[in-house]
């Protein structure tokens, strides 16, 4: 496929290559008003509470879908440290799932009440097409990096130099916005573009739809978050 050539050629990998030609949406995604809003300081505490009452929502949905990623890890891949990098990350939901579930006692948010709306469950439905066996490993990874990358990307937007994120906030933006979770990413990266370069054209094309859904749909979530304030 000419675009895998020419990812060789700029020695960037497939994942990169993507990003490149998708910036517009890629950027959507990373630098959406919500998340600059929390860099500028002018975040609505309303749109805040409802990203993390959805967000505890479509977390417990992830889980499925990061343990589908790991099966196929354990059967596609030749390399064990691709399953140890994964594992890590399952492992790393369950202290997600409680540190939402504080985070929302703080906010006064009562979790047992919420109801997940359209973009969420579209998501999640989303994660679940994801978790069918038939889905090949190339292309779950591909996913699994992105939804991850997504959050990193944007929260360490909210951490970076000159931003004014409210102390409050401080706490959420460094869960996926700190080092070692940036080199999570790069890892689950690496991974990807390694089985991207062995992929057959339908594989490619497949694993790239599914980057784009991604990042469709995290635009949508960020969206339904300030839309509901
Ligand atoms: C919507 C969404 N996207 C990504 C993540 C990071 N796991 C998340 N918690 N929520």
Redesign the pocket.
């Known amino acids: 496929m000419e675009e895998k050539l020419k990812a060789e050629e700029k020695k960037i990998g497939m994942t990169e290559a993507w990003l490149r030609k998708h910036r517009l949406l890629h950027t959507g995604a990373t630098r959406h008003p919500f998340i600059l809003s929390i860099r500028d300081g002018t975040v609505d505490i309303a749109a805040f509470k409802t990203w993390l009452a959805?967000?505890y929502l479509?977390?417990r949905a992830?889980v499925p879908f990061a343990a589908s990623v790991l099966i196929k890890a354990y059967k596609e891949s030749d390399d064990n440290t691709d399953m140890e990098v994964i594992l890590g990350g399952v492992a790393a939901?369950k202290d997600?799932i409680s540190w939402f579930k504080n985070e929302a006692n703080k906010w006064g948010i009562s979790l047992s009440n919420v109801v997940p709306q359209k973009p969420?469950k579209n998501?999640c439905g989303l994660l679940d097409s994801l978790t069918r066996p038939e889905v090949e490993y190339s292309v779950a990874i591909t996913a699994f990096w992105a939804?991850?990358a997504?959050?990193q990307e944007s929260f360490a937007h909210c951490l970076g130099e000159g931003s004014q994120t409210p102390q409050e906030l401080k706490e959420t933006c460094e869960r996926?916005g700190n080092e070692g979770f940036g080199r999570y990413c790069q890892s689950l990266q690496n991974i990807a573009n390694l089985h991207l370069q062995k992929a057959s054209d339908d594989e490619l094309k497949n694993a790239e739809v599914a980057l784009l859904s991604v990042l469709e749909?995290?635009v949508e979530?960020w969206n339904m978050s300030c839309a509901s304030v």
Do not use: A, R, S, T
Request: no cysteine.
């Open positions: 959805q967000d479509f977390v992830f939901l997600e969420n998501y939804i991850e997504v959050y996926w749909h995290e979530f």
